[in-house]
């Protein structure tokens, strides 16, 4: 059975840093590409980030390119987001999604997700 | 980017009636060498993550009933619940995954009547 565990989201002032990670189980997590999406609360879907598998290619959305940073622990069956010069406007469930083969950017498989609350 | 549209914001329909969602890409989301359009539609239950319904604009997911189905190419997409059950109350979503940054649908409510 395919698991995705979010954990690392919490309270944290304008300007801090967290990291989430999103423990994966079930499948072949080093063969998979993995995405993260967010939701900020009442609102709609927000695709974040994604990382290839063997992690050598990363992409952003505009929103958080140059203050996140997606990574992968293969070793671990980890995935990572570190999220540096957090706003107000991240306050929002992390979601981790795995990505179907061949497909860009469908995804399958989502964690229970993880909130992040940025507030002073 | 590639913006995505859906109509109605929410709809409010009587058990065992057809529900209609329609989706609207900016751009066209069918890429010519494969012939596949790059669009999927999503449900979403309160307090829990999104589920993956429909895939390739018509294809289901292994497990979704039957009673959902979609339909459309190129910019216009629709998913159809052909008899509406209580358990199927969620925000349904459209996402295009043609090109970064995947982009989802504001989302679209459905409730019972």
């Known amino acids: 059975e395919v698991q995705l565990v979010e954990s690392g989201g919490g309270l944290v002032q304008p300007g801090g840093s967290l990291r989430l990670s999103c423990a994966a189980s079930g499948f072949t997590f080093s063969n998979s590409w993995m995405h993260w999406v967010r939701q900020a609360p009442g609102k709609g879907l927000v695709w974040v980030s994604r990382i290839n598998s063997g992690g050598s290619s990363t992409t952003y959305a505009d929103s958080v390119k140059g203050r996140f940073t997606i990574s992968r622990d293969d070793a671990k069956n980890t995935l990572y987001l570190q999220m540096n010069s957090l706003r107000a406007e991240d306050t929002a469930v992390y979601y981790c999604?795995?990505?179907?083969?061949?497909?860009?950017?469908?995804?399958?498989?989502w964690g229970q997700g993880t909130l992040v609350t940025v507030s002073s | 980017d590639i913006v995505m549209t859906q109509s109605p914001d929410s709809l409010a329909v009587s058990l065992g009636e057809r529900a209609t969602i329609n989706c609207k890409s900016s751009q066209s989301v069918l890429y010519s060498s494969n012939n596949k359009n790059y669009l999927a539609w999503y449900q979403q239950k309160p307090g829990q993550p999104p589920k993956l319904l429909i895939f390739w604009a018509f294809t289901r997911e292994s497990g979704v009933p039957d009673r959902f189905s979609g339909s459309g190419s190129g910019t216009d997409f629709t998913l159809t619940i052909s008899s509406l059950q209580a358990e199927d109350v969620a925000v349904y979503y459209c996402?295009?995954?043609?090109?970064?940054?995947?982009?989802f649908g504001p989302g679209t409510k459905v409730d019972i009547k």
């Open positions: 996402q295009q995954y043609y090109s970064t940054p995947f982009t």
């Open positions: 999604a795995r990505g179907v083969p061949d497909t860009r950017g469908l995804l399958d498989y």
